[in-house]
């Protein structure tokens, strides 16, 4: 059974991913959005282990969402949206690490 109050995504949980509610587009897409500024916003002060920490815990947590049995029941178009923002965040902790 999926841990549906983990967070994935800053504070966004996993049910808010893979669960009905709230829809794709714009709810969902608009809490991305936010989560995403305060993520890159949280990253700027971070030394290097903990953006490695960041990293890690990020990846794990795509990994997490996009290994639900059963997946084509859920909202597929959610968990492609999650794991857009999931992508683009890794990437931003990927550049601040190499600089």
Do not use: C
Not at 42 to 70: F, T
Request: glycine letters at 4%; zero cysteines.
């Amino acid at each position: 059974m999926a841990d549906l109050d983990r967070k994935v995504f800053g504070q966004i949980t996993t049910k808010e991913i893979i669960g009905a509610f709230p829809p794709a587009i714009p709810d969902t897409k608009i809490l991305l959005d936010e989560e995403l500024q305060n993520l890159i916003s949280n990253i700027k002060s971070q030394n290097k282990e903990s953006l490695q920490k960041l990293l890690d815990d990020q990846k794990i947590a795509e990994k997490h969402v996009n290994s639900r049995p059963g997946a084509m029941a859920l909202a597929q178009d959610k968990i492609q949206l999650f794991t857009e923002y999931s992508q683009k965040y890794i990437q931003i902790i990927n550049k601040k690490l190499k600089s």
